[in-house]
């Protein structure tokens, strides 16, 4: 059963998967947004390209509390815990091409 996805690579996983991909490569999942809660978030993009409402800036984070915000984090890392026990036992390979990301998981692998 594909768990119900905490984000959009979560979401893309179980697909590519499915598509009998041998290898599969992740971008942008730096899952890190922690380090920033309460805070403004930076990005490699102006804040007028942000198409996400307030996302990345502190008003986001006013109405959040952080066991709210932790156990969706769990949430997340324990997906993709699962997409890596099954990623090993199917002998697939997922690279990570983020390299500052806090997904551990899967290898980093510059392209």
Request: proline fraction near 5%.
């Amino acid at each position: 059963m594909v768990p119900k996805p905490q984000s959009v690579p979560l979401l893309a996983l179980p697909f590519a998967i499915g598509m009998k991909y041998e290898e599969i490569y992740i971008a942008g999942c730096d899952h890190d947004i922690l380090k920033y809660f309460g805070k403004d978030i930076k990005n490699f993009y102006t804040k007028e390209k942000d198409i996400r409402k307030n996302l990345t800036s502190k008003s986001y984070w006013s109405d959040k509390n952080i066991i709210n915000e932790l156990e969706s984090n769990i949430n997340l890392f324990k997906q993709y815990e699962q997409y890596k026990k099954y990623s090993d036992r199917k002998k697939l390979n997922i690279y990570n091409l983020s390299k500052d990301s806090w997904l551990k998981y899967f290898p980093y692998k510059k392209i």
